[in-house]
């Protein structure tokens, strides 16, 4: 069976600290991709990243960077520096029919 | 390029009522799937539709249904409304879905409240 978990269900930091959301994804599948989704209070999921599980190079962009360890299944989203802007819930999703639950970020001014 | 729209974007219903929700997707896409929102449950998957046929179903009982037209554009219909179908309704439209790599984008969803 697959699964995917998003251990933190909230996270609350002061402006300017570093966050890191984790998700891990346990599967049989030898390939697969992973997505991780913004939501601010408006509603609307906003795509962020995808990553396949073939690439475990670290990316970053901008304030953004994620580790992605297949051997841990783990997908970790950090953000540097992070802004008021940055409150939001962030979910990963490996399908479209297997969201995580979700991390609440709130990021306090 | 246009994103996914979805209408109403706020309802109300009394319990008992059905309520139809509608999406149009991005152009060219020809897969929509259907989710349902709740602080208690999280994102739920309904179903999806890919080119006129359902390609998935979620874990959801024979009173949610939905339909896809030749122009890829989706209903999704609730009939005997409970109280507990409030929810942030959302649509999300790609290209094939996530199976294939391709990212799905969501609107901005239909708030159904019933009373």
């Known amino acids: 069976a697959q699964k995917v978990t998003q251990a933190q269900t909230e996270i609350s930091v002061v402006e300017k600290e570093d966050v890191t959301l984790d998700c891990v994804y346990e599967?049989?599948?030898?390939?697969?991709?992973l997505f991780w989704y913004k939501q601010p209070p408006s509603g609307e999921l906003v795509f962020l990243i995808r990553r396949n599980s073939f690439d475990e190079q670290n990316e970053i962009s901008g304030r953004y960077s994620w580790n992605f360890q297949k051997s841990t299944s783990s997908f970790n989203f950090t953000i540097t520096a992070s802004q008021v802007v940055d409150s939001a819930v962030y979910f990963c999703?490996?399908?479209?029919?297997?969201f995580g639950t979700g991390t609440l970020l709130a990021v306090q001014p | 390029k246009a994103g996914v729209t979805q209408t109403p974007r706020y309802l109300i219903k009394t319990r008992g009522q059905q309520v139809t929700l509608s999406c149009s997707p991005i152009s060219g896409h020809r897969s929509v799937s259907w989710y349902q929102q709740t602080p208690g449950q999280g994102l739920q998957f309904l179903f999806e539709y890919f080119s006129e046929t359902q390609r998935n179903k979620g874990n959801f009982p024979g009173r949610f249904s939905g339909r896809q037209f030749s122009n890829s554009r989706s209903e999704m219909n609730v009939s005997t409304l409970e109280l507990g179908d409030s929810a942030l309704y959302l649509c999300a439209s790609s290209s094939d879905g996530h199976r294939s790599g391709n990212t799905i984008y969501f609107g901005e969803g239909s708030w159904l409240t019933v009373v």
């Open positions: 599967t049989r599948d030898t390939t697969y991709y």
């Open positions: 999703a490996p399908r479209e029919v297997i």
